[in-house]
């Protein structure tokens, strides 16, 4: 189930009692406090990201993305070859690699700073797209309440949805989409604004096709749905410290820990399994494993 950045709020609500404006302002704040504590904690596996820019000849430093936490891998594309780069971790190695200008390449990046990367050597040509970085996002701050206003038709089987009116705008482009009508409880994310009354959907939608539905669209936070109250509790401890009540405190920073470690041990790998086979079912004979010749039994 998905709680959007209102429901995050209504709940905060709910907790608390509060409903003024100065407490819901309090309660946004510390819930994307809450989420970046949750990514932290989680490790950022889950929802790591990869993006795209220009190689340019000559040019050794690139900046990192900036909803990039930390670089995970980065793949140098000459059109031709593909080498893994293996990283510097030392900067006196990186300068000592560097004492001399040397061209060609890539095959070694060292992270200066905190957004700024270099390559070794400096590249000698320029390829479009051609470096590639996979990196650990980190959290967006939410900022948006669910929108409901109108209705939408939508058609099984379609990527558009299509308003009664012109309430859709480009902001709500990776948003999340839901008809409230009882026909269809899936959640869609928005992948593209086509005009006030259009969207496009990431996947197609599969519930009832039908005109004048209710529905909502709203932010959710990138972290696994069934963990999306803990930072409703992270910014209810924060709101019981500030008010001196510790007990209460402590009791919703252990709901958001236990959440944080419930999630590390079903997320923190990037597969089920912990055992990775790099065989078929039915192995072939293989002589670089190791395996007897065919004629001779194992």
């Not at 709680?3 to 003024?20: R, V, W, Y």
């Not at 190695?93 to 061209?103: D, K, S, V």
């Not at 948006?144 to 058609?155: K, R």
């Not at 912990?274 to 039915?282: C, G, L, R, W």
Request: charged content about 20%.
């Amino acid at each position: 189930m998905k709680l959007t950045f209102t429901d995050q709020q209504n709940l905060a609500k709910e907790i608390s009692g509060l409903i003024d404006s100065a407490s819901v302002t309090k309660f946004k704040r510390d819930i994307n406090s809450g989420g970046t504590m949750f990514i932290a904690g989680l490790g950022r596996e889950y929802n790591r990201k990869s993006r795209t820019t220009n190689l340019v000849s000559g040019q050794q430093y690139y900046q990192l993305p900036e909803d990039g936490h930390r670089l995970k891998e980065l793949m140098v594309s000459t059109g031709s070859w593909n080498p893994p780069m293996e990283q510097i971790a030392d900067e006196f190695a990186w300068r000592q690699m560097n004492m001399f200008t040397t061209t060609g390449i890539p095959t070694h990046y060292f992270i200066r700073g905190y957004d700024e990367l270099g390559l070794y050597p400096t590249p000698s040509l320029s390829v479009t797209d051609g470096i590639e970085l996979v990196f650990a996002p980190r959290h967006l701050e939410l900022t948006e309440d669910d929108t409901t206003t109108g209705t939408v038709t939508v058609t099984n089987g379609s990527q558009t949805i299509t308003h009664s009116g012109t309430s859709f705008t480009a902001k709500m482009v990776n948003q999340w989409f839901q008809s409230t009508d009882g026909t269809d409880t899936n959640w869609y994310r928005i992948s593209a604004f086509v005009d006030s009354a259009n969207l496009t959907l990431e996947n197609y939608y599969q519930g009832l096709s039908g005109s004048a539905k209710t529905y909502r669209i709203g932010q959710v936070m990138d972290i696994p749905e069934e963990y999306l109250d803990a930072p409703v509790d992270w910014s209810m401890y924060l709101h019981y410290m500030k008010r001196g009540n510790l007990q209460s405190a402590n009791e919703f920073k252990s709901l958001f820990m236990s959440c944080v470690d419930a999630a590390k041990n079903e997320y923190g790998s990037t597969t089920d399994s912990q055992v990775i086979s790099a065989e078929s079912p039915y192995r072939a004979y293989n002589p670089f494993r190791g395996d007897p010749p065919a004629s001779i039994s194992a």
